[in-house]
């Protein structure tokens, strides 16, 4: 019976339906602890107020319960602390997000729960999200509205307050990006526009007067949105609130650094799920701070996406075309064998040569060409020089291309050479065969070959530091300055943002739960590119089925 067993197959049907099993479980696995660890950052902990006294002196310590471990008694007694009064093996310490950055050494520390005297969770106290500095902790004393204390305490009132700083510092920030931004943008174009004409030698009276004339004209425009600029940053620096710290000493902090406040303790389950869900809003769309260990990233998630795209754009065509005449052209012969083993190849060499690649070949001998023959007048700054956003797609379309070209191989081999004859005999040309019979049919095998580029473009990141991604871009490639979509920008993305706020970070504790948000945010944004990618081929499978038959 076994021996027959083993003959029918079954028990190699069950080892790769096991394996399967176990791939798909200890993928969904790391993504569950992945999704845990980041998407469990932004829900609204309790916040507690700790007595200590022991091996460190009496004071009192505010915070987020963050982490705890069991550590060995003898490793504490060697980092000299005094624990000859306890008889456990181990002791627990507990890692507390203090916040209060100005006034402490580390916003995070470690507390041995020997010295914790008494531990409470006390209602009305109140966590400061800022714009600097990080988050605050305390109990609001009272709050200074126009210079004047307010009688109405209310956490209501505090809320109002906060929201009005918010709106006029957005206000302020869209006008100095857009308006402001726009005309600094057209004064920098009228100069290179005037070294242009120098190096012409076609700077005229008239031209230096009519350059001279759209200055002013910007500059007085100018003047009147800086003034709008200042009124509203003086607006927003208004009001304060006064808060009693850990440290029992009165503390006032301007409400225009307050991005939001809560106070965890009294808040119920739906007030929590609430404000769990606007903090995932603003990870998602807003900027980053504090050396990207604080605030969104919403750069890194356009950077990534707009890179994507404009490699697919591509990498599409030149793929598709060069599969077509390697199958459909070309000859059978040695020429053909070695590229196509060449190709092959090429998807094996790592990602960091092709990094080296473009930026020797595409930045400095592509870019510095075109910066000499139609930016001169921009020297010695760089223009296309240097590195940048179509830089980096193109890098990437290289590396995938060979991934795009088997693909869309297979395809063409699927097709019967009768589909291809009876068009032929039917009085079609060859191109004509190939536009309307054969790319249409092989345009699933297409789409997937895209997807599995889309996929590996998407995560790469060795390359990426070489040829445009940076840790901060000030603005993103797509603006309201003509022309609008800005391919020579440097640019963020989800996978260096990771790398960096992992291990460039100089707040490691803080960083950490952004790396797993980030982590899980990039596979997201990989699994929704592949999602329509797969959606796109499933609808092409269906329309060009018929030709099949």
């Known amino acids: 019976m076994v021996k027959q067993w083993f003959k029918s197959g079954s028990p190699w049907i069950w080892m790769t339906g096991g394996a399967v099993s176990i791939s798909l479980i200890s993928v969904l696995g790391l993504l569950a602890m992945i999704a845990w660890k980041g998407l469990s950052f932004f829900w609204p902990s309790e916040v507690v107020e700790l007595e200590l006294n022991g091996s460190v002196a009496k004071q009192t310590v505010i915070g987020e319960i963050y982490d705890r471990e069991m550590v060995p008694k003898s490793r504490l007694e060697a980092a000299g602390y005094d624990l000859s009064a306890f008889d456990a093996e181990d002791i627990e310490r507990i890692l507390v997000k203090t916040g209060n950055r100005e006034y402490v050494e580390l916003d995070f520390r470690w507390v041995l729960s020997t ?113 709008r600029l200042f009124e509203l940053r003086n607006q927003a620096k208004r009001d304060q609130v006064v808060v009693r710290d850990m440290r029992g000493e009165l503390v006032t902090l301007p409400i225009y650094q307050v991005l939001d406040v809560w106070f965890p303790n009294d808040m119920g389950t739906f007030a929590k799920v609430v404000h769990y869900l606007s903090q995932l809003g603003k990870f998602v769309s807003d900027d980053p701070r504090e050396a990207n260990t604080e605030g969104g990233v ?64 595409f930045v400095y001998v592509l870019g510095g060409s075109l910066d000499q023959l139609f930016y001169p007048e921009a020297a010695p700054s760089p223009v296309f020089g240097t590195p940048g956003v179509i830089w980096s797609a193109l890098t990437l379309a290289i590396l995938t291309l060979p991934v795009v070209i088997v693909s869309t191989e297979e395809g063409l081999s699927r097709i019967p050479s009768s589909v291809r004859h009876g068009s032929l005999a039917l009085g079609a040309t060859q191109a004509e ?117």
């Open 433 to 549: 065969t190939l536009w309307r019979i054969i790319v249409p049919m092989a345009s699933p095998a297409i789409m997937t070959g895209l997807i599995l580029a889309v996929a590996r473009a998407a995560g790469e990141v060795a390359p990426l530091m070489l040829v445009g991604v940076v840790k901060m871009a000030p603005t993103l490639p797509l603006d309201g300055n003509f022309p609008y979509i800005h391919l020579d920008r440097k640019f963020m993305h989800l996978g260096f943002h990771i790398y960096d706020v992992g291990f460039q970070s100089p707040n490691v504790e803080a960083a950490r739960p952004l790396v797993y948000a980030t982590a899980f945010l990039l596979v997201s944004v990989i699994i929704a590119l592949n999602i329509t990618a797969i959606g796109i081929r499933n609808h092409l499978r269906e329309k060009f089925r018929s030709l099949e038959h």
């Open 115 to 227: 010295d914790i005297m008494k531990q409470s969770i006390p209602a009305k106290l109140a966590v400061f999200e800022r714009s600097k500095n990080g988050n605050f902790y305390g109990y609001v004393d009272h709050i200074v509205e126009n210079g004047q204390v307010v009688e109405n305490q209310s956490v209501d009132k505090l809320h109002e307050l906060v929201e009005r700083a918010v709106d006029l510092n957005d206000e302020a920030l869209d006008l100095q990006n857009g308006d402001i931004g726009h005309i600094n943008y057209e004064l920098e174009r009228l100069r290179l526009k005037e070294k242009g004409y120098e190096l012409d030698n076609a700077l005229t009276d008239e031209r230096v007067a009519d350059l001279q004339a759209q200055r002013v004209a910007l500059r007085d425009e100018y003047k009147v949105f800086e003034k």
């Open 298 to 361: 919403f750069p890194a998630i356009f950077g990534t996406v707009f890179m994507v795209m404009l490699m697919a754009v591509i990498v599409t065509p030149f793929g598709v075309v060069a599969a077509i005449y390697l199958h459909e052209y070309a000859a059978k012969n040695a020429v053909t064998k070695m590229i196509r083993i060449a190709v092959i190849n090429l998807a094996g060499v790592p990602s960091i040569v092709y990094g080296v690649f473009g930026l020797g070949f």
